[in-house]
């Protein structure tokens, strides 16, 4: 199965993302394997940086090495796919600007939500930032649930037990991009909210 064959925005509403980096994640796998989702915030501006582009795009050199950093023994990045984590973005386009807004969101939701429907065997999910945080709590409050993860800062945060359709979630740091580089204070946490989630999965 490949996500993007079951998952489409067709009208492309939002006007702080660059629609013409728009991507949903193009890579066959067995969605019954799949047993934890990391969601991070937004594609990138480049398209080459994405989690799934060819080489060694910024998203999985970030990505693998979080999960280094958690102690899992990987050495290259499908050996986290094969470990039946699936990695997709909050928002399918890239952003225009620092932030996006809660329209955007919102709307990009509804697209998570069907793509989220397609692993019926995960066991636990991560939301790397707060763009993720608050997609999940939209797709909570939309179905006539309480938001998932409650407001306050994400340090403040980690360590309580949440969940999602049943299912533990860790709120966490962004992860993918430049910045998991720049604030080396985040990556410890980041670590411990990847290892608390595998230890579950395993």
């Not at 973005?89 to 793509?115: F, N, P, W």
């Not at 006539?144 to 993860?149: C, D, K, L, S, Y």
């Amino acid at each position: 199965m490949r996500t993007c064959d079951h998952v489409e925005c067709i009208l492309f509403p939002c006007l702080d993302v660059q629609q013409q980096y728009y991507v949903v994640p193009n890579v066959d796998l067995d969605p019954g394997k799949i047993s934890l989702v990391l969601i991070s915030e937004a594609a990138p501006a480049n398209p080459g940086d994405y989690y799934y582009a060819a080489g060694e795009p910024l998203f999985q050199q970030t990505t693998l090495q979080a999960f280094q950093d958690a102690g899992v023994k990987v050495g290259a990045f499908h050996e986290i796919l094969e470990m039946g984590v699936y990695l997709t973005t909050a928002v399918k386009c890239a952003k225009k600007g620092y932030g996006l807004q809660t329209s955007t969101i919102e709307e990009c939701s509804r697209l998570l939500e069907a793509e989220l429907a397609l692993f019926p065997k995960v066991q636990a999910y991560l939301l790397m930032g707060d763009v993720a945080i608050k997609a999940v709590n939209t797709i909570a409050r939309r179905s006539g649930q309480p938001r998932v993860i409650p407001a306050g800062p994400t340090y403040k945060l980690r360590g309580q037990a949440f969940f999602f359709h049943g299912k533990p979630v860790f709120p966490s740091y962004l992860q993918a991009g430049p910045s998991f580089f720049i604030e080396k204070s985040k990556r410890k946490m980041i670590a411990e909210d990847i290892a608390s989630a595998l230890s579950l999965v395993r």
